[in-house]
T-cell receptor, first 108, second 114 residues
Framework: GIQVEQSPPDLILQEGANSTLRCNFS?????LQWFHQNPWGQLINLFY???GTKQNGRLSATTVATERYSLLYISSSQTTDSGVYFC??????????FGRGTSLIVHP | DTEVTQTPKHLVMGMTNKKSLKCEQH?????MYWYKQKAKKPPELMFV???????INESVPSRFSPECPNSSLLNLHLHALQPEDSALYLC?????????????FGPGTRLTVT
């Protein structure tokens, strides 16, 4: 199956800082999503982005499918951004695969 | 409305009990998924139903039995579980499985097996 690697595994920021999270995948994908998992376990959809660039407020994402990576940008971090960020991909087998996530802590 | 609901939120059961987890969506989605997530790990796919038929079973032990009574409902029947089955169980749905569609997740059921 497809291998998904996320980096960095852990990130600690001060409020107001910017950050970039990376997702590398080992094969071509039909589907790529970024999620934020809050402390209560809810997975919140951030972006559905198999290719191209999207922006939503302080968050933006870019997927370069030909080079098999995606980036999630968080600007002007807030404490509510804390949690785990997952990248999930689906390839030709249509089996969704998650990366191991990036754990983000934003201090006030 | 992009809501997937799951009940119960929390469940504690003994190893000899039989219980069921329920998941519901009203978005007209035709693919529904069960995932298991252990602490500090990513969600792991267990089952996929597509058009109410089981299409993927990721070698899950038979003590977990999925059921899709109709296109809006997905159940997970639990029997003779082990303590290592304690985890967050997440349900998701998408418009379809065989193409490029966005998944939406429910809030999960936290299961503790004693």
């Amino acid at each position: 199956g497809i291998q998904v690697e996320q980096s960095p595994p852990d990130l600690i920021l001060q409020e107001g800082a910017n950050s970039t999270l990376r997702c590398n995948f080992s094969d071509s994908v039909n589907n790529l999503q970024w999620f934020h998992q809050n402390p209560w376990g809810q997975l919140i959809n951030l972006f559905y982005i198999p290719s191209g660039t999207k922006q939503n407020g302080r968050l933006s994402a870019t997927t370069v499918a030909t080079e098999r990576y995606s980036l999630l940008y968080i600007s002007s971090s807030q404490t509510t951004d804390s949690g785990v960020y997952f990248c999930a991909v689906t390839g030709g087998s249509y089996i969704p695969t998650f990366g191991r996530g990036t754990s983000l802590i934003v201090h006030p | 409305d992009t809501e997937v609901t799951q009940t119960p939120k929390h469940l504690v059961m003994g190893m000899t009990n039989k219980k069921s987890l329920k998941c519901e969506q009203h978005m007209g989605h035709r693919a529904m998924y069960w995932y298991k997530q252990k602490a500090k790990k990513p969600p792991e796919l267990m089952f996929v139903y597509s058009y109410e038929k089981l299409s993927i079973n990721e070698s899950v032990p038979s003590r977990f039995s999925p059921e899709c009574p109709n296109s809006s409902l997905l159940n997970l029947h639990l029997h003779a579980l082990q303590p290592e089955d304690s985890a967050l169980y997440l349900c998701a749905s998408s418009q379809d499985q065989g193409n490029v569609y966005e998944q939406y997740f429910g809030p999960g059921t936290r299961l503790t097996v004693t």
